[in-house]
C-alpha cells in the first residue's frame, strides 16, 4: 500500500463544473503540498500546507491533519486547467523536505 | 526571480551508454533535490543536497547513477551506463532550506533505447 493514496486516477470533466480531487497518507506529516503537472513534464507547486484551507484563485486546498486527508477543489474548471494533480506529503521521518508523492490525479476538463 | 533551470530537456541514448543532466537551484536555495519520475509514477527522490553536502541519497542507484554539487549552487546528475529501466522524467527542485517549499524545473525527458 502506497504512504499517499490519490483519487481518482483519471477524472474527466465538463467545462464549469466543480471538481475535487482527493489525498490520503498514513504517515506523520509536517506538510502537505499540492502540485500541478502540465504534458512536457514541469511541475508548478500550488499549495503548501499544514492545517485548515488555503485558497488562490478557483483553486481550493483543504486539509484534516486528524483524519490524514487532503483535498483540492477547483471552481468553475476551464480546459487550461487540464493537468496532473500531484498530491505529496512531507513527513517527519527521515530527511528534512522529503517529500512522498502520490500517483497523481489526471484531469481532462472538456470544453 | 529566474526559475530553477534544467538542461537538456530531451535526451535519447541507447542502453549501456552515459548522460548527464544539469540543474541550476533558485539562487538562494540552500537546498536541492534530484527526482526520476517513470511514466504513470509520482516522482521518486534520489538524492537531497544541503549545501554541497549530500542530505539523502538512500534512493540512488549508487552503481550507476551519481550526483555532486561541489560548490552548493548548481549540480549534475549522471548515470553510466543505462538501462532501459532509467527511460523517465528527471526533475530537479530546490528550497530556501530543507523542508521549505519546493520550486520545480521543467524536468529532461530520458528515453534509453
Known amino acids: 500500500k502506497n504512504e499517499v493514496e490519490q483519487s481518482p486516477q483519471n477524472l474527466t470533466a465538463q467545462e464549469g463544473e466543480f471538481i475535487t480531487i482527493n489525498c490520503s497518507y498514513s504517515v506523520g506529516i509536517s506538510a502537505l503540498h499540492w502540485l500541478q503537472q502540465h504534458p512536457g513534464g514541469g511541475i508548478v507547486s500550488l499549495f503548501m500546507l499544514s492545517s485548515g484551507k488555503k485558497k488562490h484563485g478557483r483553486l481550493i486546498a483543504t486539509i484534516n491533519i486528524q483524519e490524514k486527508h487532503s483535498s483540492l477543489h477547483i471552481t468553475a474548471s476551464h480546459p487550461r486547467d487540464s493537468a496532473v494533480y500531484i498530491c505529496a506529503a512531507m513527513n517527519y521521518g527521515g530527511s528534512q523536505g522529503n517529500l512522498i508523492f502520490g500517483k497523481g490525479t489526471k484531469l481532462s476538463v472538456k470544453p | 526571480e529566474a526559475g530553477v533551470a534544467q538542461s537538456p530537456r530531451y535526451k535519447i541514448i541507447e542502453k549501456r551508454q552515459s548522460v548527464a543532466f544539469w540543474c541550476n537551484p533558485i539562487?538562494?536555495?540552500?537546498?536541492l533535490y534530484w527526482y526520476q519520475q517513470i511514466l504513470g509514477q509520482g516522482p521518486k527522490l534520489l538524492i537531497q543536497f544541503q549545501n554541497n553536502g549530500v542530505v539523502d541519497d538512500s534512493q540512488l542507484p549508487k552503481d550507476r547513477f551519481s550526483a555532486e554539487r561541489l560548490k552548493g549552487v548548481d549540480s549534475t546528475l549522471k548515470i553510466q551506463p543505462a538501462k532501459l529501466e532509467d527511460s523517465a522524467v528527471y526533475l530537479c527542485?530546490?528550497?530556501?532550506?530543507?523542508?521549505?517549499?519546493?520550486?520545480f524545473g521543467p524536468g529532461t525527458r530520458l528515453t534509453v533505447t
Open positions: 527542485a530546490s528550497s530556501k532550506q530543507g523542508g521549505g517549499e519546493q520550486y
Open positions: 539562487s538562494g536555495h540552500a537546498t
